[in-house]
Protein backbone atom coordinates (compact mmCIF):
# COMPACT_ATOMS: atom_id res chain seq x y z
CA UNK A 1 0.00 0.00 0.00
CA UNK A 2 1.28 3.42 -0.43
CA UNK A 3 1.62 5.65 2.34
CA UNK A 4 2.50 9.20 2.29
CA UNK A 5 5.70 10.33 2.61
CA UNK A 6 5.09 12.90 5.31
CA UNK A 7 2.90 10.49 7.20
CA UNK A 8 3.72 10.06 10.95
CA UNK A 9 5.09 6.54 11.65
CA UNK A 10 3.18 3.57 13.12
CA UNK A 11 2.58 4.53 16.81
CA UNK A 12 2.28 1.25 18.16
CA UNK A 13 -0.32 -0.98 19.49
CA UNK A 14 -2.76 0.14 22.02
CA UNK A 15 -0.58 3.85 21.98
CA UNK A 16 -2.43 7.22 20.85
CA UNK A 17 -3.25 7.49 17.23
CA UNK A 18 -1.40 10.38 15.26
CA UNK A 19 -2.55 9.76 12.20
CA UNK A 20 -0.04 7.04 10.60
CA UNK A 21 -2.98 5.74 8.52
CA UNK A 22 -1.84 2.25 8.60
CA UNK A 23 -5.15 0.83 9.90
CA UNK A 24 -7.65 2.23 7.45
CA UNK A 25 -4.86 2.05 4.46
CA UNK A 26 -5.09 -1.81 5.04
CA UNK A 27 -9.10 -2.10 4.69
CA UNK A 28 -11.93 -0.01 5.52
CA UNK A 29 -13.37 -0.41 9.03
CA UNK A 30 -16.73 -2.17 8.83
CA UNK A 31 -18.26 1.29 9.18
CA UNK A 32 -16.52 2.59 6.42
CA UNK A 33 -17.25 -0.71 4.51
CA UNK A 34 -20.97 -0.09 4.71
CA UNK A 35 -20.78 3.54 3.81
CA UNK A 36 -18.07 3.25 0.61
CA UNK A 37 -19.03 -0.36 0.22
CA UNK A 38 -15.48 -1.49 -0.05
CA UNK A 39 -14.74 -4.14 1.62
CA UNK A 40 -10.54 -4.25 0.29
CA UNK A 41 -7.75 -2.23 0.50
CA UNK A 42 -7.42 1.72 1.31
CA UNK A 43 -10.61 2.99 2.70
CA UNK A 44 -12.04 5.35 0.35
CA UNK A 45 -13.31 8.13 3.31
CA UNK A 46 -9.78 8.50 4.40
CA UNK A 47 -8.42 11.26 4.00
CA UNK A 48 -5.15 13.20 3.94
CA UNK A 49 -4.64 16.21 5.79
CA UNK A 50 -2.06 18.73 4.12
CA UNK A 51 -2.15 21.09 7.40
CA UNK A 52 -1.43 18.53 9.99
CA UNK A 53 0.14 16.06 8.16
CA UNK A 54 -1.42 13.39 8.63
CA UNK A 55 -4.81 10.85 7.70
CA UNK A 56 -7.90 11.85 9.03
CA UNK A 57 -11.25 9.72 8.84
CA UNK A 58 -13.60 11.98 6.60
CA UNK A 59 -16.25 10.53 8.11
CA UNK A 60 -15.14 12.80 10.92
CA UNK A 61 -13.64 15.51 9.39
CA UNK A 62 -16.29 15.77 6.67
CA UNK A 63 -18.95 13.77 7.02
CA UNK A 64 -21.37 15.67 4.41
CA UNK A 65 -18.86 14.36 1.47
CA UNK A 66 -19.40 10.60 2.08
CA UNK A 67 -23.26 10.79 4.07
CA UNK A 68 -25.35 13.22 2.67
CA UNK A 69 -29.13 11.14 3.16
CA UNK A 70 -27.69 11.21 7.59
CA UNK A 71 -27.51 14.03 9.58
CA UNK A 72 -23.76 14.78 9.93
CA UNK A 73 -23.69 14.25 13.58
CA UNK A 74 -24.56 10.89 13.98
CA UNK A 75 -22.21 9.86 11.32
CA UNK A 76 -19.78 11.46 13.23
CA UNK A 77 -21.14 10.14 16.63
CA UNK A 78 -21.34 6.14 15.11
CA UNK A 79 -17.52 6.82 13.26
CA UNK A 80 -16.12 7.96 16.58
CA UNK A 81 -17.23 4.61 18.12
CA UNK A 82 -16.44 2.24 14.90
CA UNK A 83 -12.55 3.49 14.75
CA UNK A 84 -12.17 3.75 18.83
CA UNK A 85 -11.57 7.24 18.52
CA UNK A 86 -9.68 7.95 21.76
CA UNK A 87 -8.81 4.69 23.38
CA UNK A 88 -5.62 3.61 21.56
CA UNK A 89 -4.27 2.27 18.77
CA UNK A 90 -5.76 -0.83 17.37
CA UNK A 91 -4.02 -2.34 14.08
CA UNK A 92 -1.66 -4.65 15.13
CA UNK A 93 0.26 -3.85 11.92
CA UNK A 94 4.08 -3.20 11.09
CA UNK A 95 5.34 -0.87 7.81
CA UNK A 96 8.08 -3.05 6.60
CA UNK A 97 10.06 0.14 5.50
CA UNK A 98 10.24 0.92 9.15
CA UNK A 99 13.57 0.45 10.53
CA UNK A 100 13.38 -2.40 13.39
CA UNK A 101 12.76 -0.71 17.18
CA UNK A 102 16.05 -1.60 18.79
CA UNK A 103 16.17 -3.69 22.16
CA UNK A 104 16.50 -1.52 25.44
Known amino acids: MLIHKQAPAYPGYGQACNGCGLCCLWRPCPLGVAITRKVRGPCRAL ?3 PLSHAYRC ?3 TSPRRFVRWL ?3 LVQRVARRWIAAGAGCDAELQRLDAEPQSER
Do not use: I, K, T
Open 71 to 73: PAS
Open 58 to 60: GLL
Open 47 to 49: VWS
